[in-house]
């Protein structure tokens, strides 16, 4: 099975830089992947790691350690915006074919003034 | 670009009635996958079909079934809606085992009353 953990809730404040963590278990790794969703929307994509290091996107960047079963979502120069939960979701290849996404529980992320 | 289109956006059902909602993939994804959400919570996998077969099946109950057709649209069917099937389905398209990620569709808010 899979086992994917994220802080349930966090706050920070605006025009600073969170770094929101995921751990996970599983077998098959294929990805890692963020994604930001608004209440009530649908996920949107932020990023994805398959190999080990950074990945830099804008003002969002992402980390896996695959050894460790870890990465990081960084979001740096916070905007009231980004207020919404972040899910943490590994792909893994199926044996029959295709593959499985899973999601964390989510990070719902507080902007502050 | 085309996105991955779910119908109906809202569907009010009564307790014990039956539902259909159909999702319709990126043209040229081959993987599908098919969420519930309830109010705050991560999205739980429900099934997913490969290239036209189930691929994996997670936490579906047995009044609820889904298939894939030739044209590689979806449908998730559910039958004696209870109270609390009210969530938001998405669903979602991706390119097989490639590094593109998986898009969501604006998902279907289901209410069962």
């Known amino acids: 099975g899979q086992n994917i953990d994220q802080p349930t809730e966090m706050t920070a404040t605006e025009g600073a830089i969170v770094q929101i963590n995921c751990t996970y278990q599983?077998?098959?790794?294929?990805?890692l992947f963020w994604y930001q969703q608004h209440a009530g929307e649908a996920p949107t994509f932020l990023s994805y790691?398959?190999?080990?290091g950074l990945e830099e996107k804008g003002r969002f960047s992402s980390f896996l350690s695959r050894s460790k079963g870890y990465s990081y979502l960084l979001l740096k120069e916070l905007q009231m915006k980004d207020s919404a939960s972040y899910l943490c979701a590994v792909r893994s290849i199926l044996t029959g074919g295709g593959n499985k996404l899973t999601f964390g529980t989510g990070t719902q992320l507080k902007v502050e003034l | 670009a085309a996105g991955v289109i779910q119908s109906p956006r809202h569907l009010i059902k009564e307790k014990r009635e039956t539902a259909t909602l159909k999702c319709y993939p990126i043209p040229r994804h081959d993987t599908v996958y098919w969420y519930q959400q309830g109010p705050g919570q991560d999205p739980q996998f429900l099934i997913s079909f490969y290239e036209k077969m189930q691929s994996d099946k997670g936490s579906i109950p047995d009044r609820f079934s889904a298939q894939q057709f030739s044209d590689y649209h979806s449908e998730l069917n559910m039958s004696s809606l209870e109270l609390g099937d009210s969530a938001l389905y998405f669903c979602a398209s991706s390119l097989g085992t490639r590094r593109n990620e998986a898009f969501f569709g604006q998902g279907t808010r289901l209410t069962v009353v």
């Open positions: 790691n398959v190999l080990d």
């Open positions: 599983t077998s098959g790794f294929n990805g």
